[in-house]
């Protein structure tokens, strides 16, 4: 683990912010977990019908396609997109070299 700042007018690290969100998020799945076992154990008929339905929709469901879409999708959009940060960066830089 990684020490605390030594005073109170220091401000946390990149590392500790993150090491905390990390233990909030475990924290909450955790809780998450424990919460959705008790459910089952209460009534294992109904979790395992909601499983099968659910398992029977994303069957049915064609995620394949709606995958391949996003990526081609993606991949069409990726290059425009590119440029224009890109543009935007060079723009910056010819202003700040200007500006000297």
Same mark, same amino acid.
């Given at each position: 683990?990684?020490?605390?700042?030594?005073?109170?007018?220091?401000?946390?690290?990149?590392?500790?912010?993150?090491?905390?969100?990390?233990?909030?998020?475990?924290?909450?799945?955790?809780?998450?977990?424990?919460?959705?076992?008790?459910?089952?154990?209460?009534? &294992?008929?109904?979790? #395992? /019908?909601? +499983?099968?339905?659910?398992?029977?929709? *994303?069957?049915?469901?064609?995620? %394949?396609?709606?995958?391949?879409?996003?990526?081609?999708?993606?991949?069409?959009?990726?290059? &425009?997109?590119?440029? #224009? /940060?890109? +543009?935007?960066?060079?723009?910056?830089? *010819?202003?700040?070299?200007?500006? %000297?």
């Amino acid at each position: 683990m990684t020490a605390l700042p030594s005073t109170m007018s220091e401000s946390p690290t990149i590392e500790q912010e993150v090491n905390s969100m990390i233990e909030d998020v475990k924290a909450k799945a955790c809780g998450t977990y424990e919460a959705c076992e008790a459910k089952v154990k209460q009534s &294992p008929t109904k979790a #395992v /019908l909601i +499983a099968v339905g659910t398992g029977y929709c *994303l069957h049915r469901l064609p995620v %394949r396609a709606l995958l391949v879409s996003q990526v081609r999708l993606l991949a069409a959009l990726a290059p &425009p997109v590119l440029f #224009v /940060l890109g +543009a935007a960066k060079l723009c910056g830089f *010819l202003q700040k070299q200007a500006r %000297r």
